[in-house]
């Protein structure tokens, strides 16, 4: 059964099916999306999995109606990751962003999260894996970003890099193969900053763990520094725990959670809530009362 529930005036949030909630939303209504939805075969204890060879017709519905109500101007980022599965790679993400493209959606750009503290392990015929994909899809080529917003130290490289210049860094050197672009290095003389490359950096860890798939509050945050301003709207259609959309409202954003399991949907109501904290911690101390309980007893 679907609810709605708003927390305040900036944040709402849904409990249901994404492609049939998502048809309650306004065309060209919000800024970015950004998600990790249920990977294939994963989650089945809380989104009951979904195969591999399944996946893309399951997913195509919602990125229909998120291509309708994404603006022109904005921005959907997918946190993504193919499965291993009889000795190889899956193909269903290189698949679906084939049908992404003639739905309608430009893929712009792609971005790695390079998990620093991946946990250890060994497989027969390949490593652990330390990254996911963050995949960028845009309905135009013209879309708002703020790159001022996420640029980076220099870095000890520049001392030595920039030190002693040839003559072809010190012009509009064309790209050897032939790309259209190029680069002047003398550009970057006495500068503090720079752009950021498309790899993160960031550790798995997070403050939630009560959900079966949480990302670090770093992850959110950088794309919504990247793709939006205050007062602009998020929306994760997989919210989960929340975290994009706690991000989104400690950042001044509004935002729009979306999640089919009861239980995130509570979870979220408790943790954006004003009063939310004290709800959880009540929570966990009756939890925890009625496991002492239970143990005397036994």
């Not at 950004?34 to 990125?63: C, E, M």
């Not at 001044?252 to 999640?259: C, F, V, Y």
């Amino acid at each position: 059964m679907n609810q709605t529930y708003r927390i305040d005036t900036n944040t709402d949030i849904y409990l249901g099916d994404s492609k049939e909630i998502l048809r309650l939303f306004p065309d060209n209504s919000v800024d970015l999306v950004f998600t990790s939805p249920p990977y294939a075969d994963q989650r089945k204890n809380t989104y009951g999995g979904i195969h591999p060879d399944n996946y893309v017709a399951w997913f195509l519905p919602i990125t229909e109606q998120l291509l309708r109500v994404l603006k022109p101007t904005g921005t959907f980022v997918l946190n993504i990751k193919e499965k291993a599965m009889a000795g190889e790679r899956c193909t269903y993400v290189m698949e679906l962003i084939l049908e992404m493209r003639r739905q309608g959606w430009l893929w712009t750009e792609e971005f790695i999260w390079h998990k620093k503290n991946c946990y250890p392990g060994k497989w027969p015929n390949r490593f652990r894996d330390a990254w996911e994909r963050l995949i960028q899809f845009n309905k135009t080529r013209k879309f708002n970003m703020y790159q001022e917003a996420v640029m980076v130290p220099m870095g000890s490289w520049a001392e030595t890099r920039l030190r002693n210049l040839s003559d072809t860094d010190r012009i509009r050197d064309n790209s050897r193969v032939g790309s259209g672009f190029a680069k002047n290095v003398s550009n970057w003389l006495k500068r503090e900053k720079a752009y950021p490359t498309n790899v993160l950096h960031l550790a798995t860890e997070c403050n939630n763990k009560n959900h079966s798939a949480a990302f670090p509050e770093e992850l959110p945050e950088w794309f919504i520094k990247l793709f939006t301003q205050e007062n602009d709207v998020a929306l994760d259609p997989f919210m989960g725990s929340g975290t994009t959309l706690a991000v989104a409202n400690r950042m001044g954003r509004k935002s729009i959670g979306i999640d089919i399991v009861p239980e995130y949907f509570d979870m979220v109501k408790c943790r954006l809530s004003p009063d939310g904290q004290l709800m959880l911690d009540m929570k966990r101390e009756n939890e925890q009362t009625e496991s002492e309980r239970y143990l005397s007893v036994r």
